[in-house]
Nanobody, 121 residues
Framework: QVQPVESGGGSVQAGGSLTLSCAAP????VGWFRQPPGKGREGIAV????????SYADSVKGRFTISQNNARNTVYLQMNGLQPEDTAMYYC??????????????????WGQGTQVTVST
């Protein structure tokens, strides 16, 4: 499967947790991006396979954790302490050329269809 496939989105109360999964085998780096309603796309977390290096946007640092399974075919985004401002369409994107966990979407050639995350008070 060339295109990443996301799953795990849903609705959660503020302060809750949610884990997203992305089936994306065979890439150098895999990242999560999100787009809130009426706003631009934001890179929030990236995991690179070579050395497990990660990057996080300031908006999610300390709350979200990105990881990969041992088979290296699935990337997870563990989201804790969710807040209404985290409400967005979340996209998994993959790169075969990036060697550092860049949050710039221009490095990512393969994009999933997105999964909606809604956080309510």
């Amino acid at each position: 499967q060339v295109q990443p496939v996301e799953s795990g989105g849903g609705s959660v109360q503020a302060g809750g947790s949610l884990t997203l999964s992305c089936a994306a085998p065979g890439y150098s780096c895999v990242g999560w991006f999100r787009q809130p309603p009426g706003k631009g796309r934001e890179g929030i977390a990236v995991f690179c396979i070579r050395d497990g290096r990660t990057s996080y946007a300031d908006s999610v640092k300390g709350r979200f954790t990105i990881s990969q399974n041992n088979a290296r075919n699935t990337v997870y985004l563990q989201m804790n302490g969710l807040q209404p401002e985290d409400t967005a369409m979340y996209y998994c994107a993959a790169s075969r050329t990036a060697i550092v966990p860049a949050l710039d979407s221009r490095w990512y050639n393969y994009w999933g269809q997105g999964t909606q995350v809604t956080v309510s008070t």
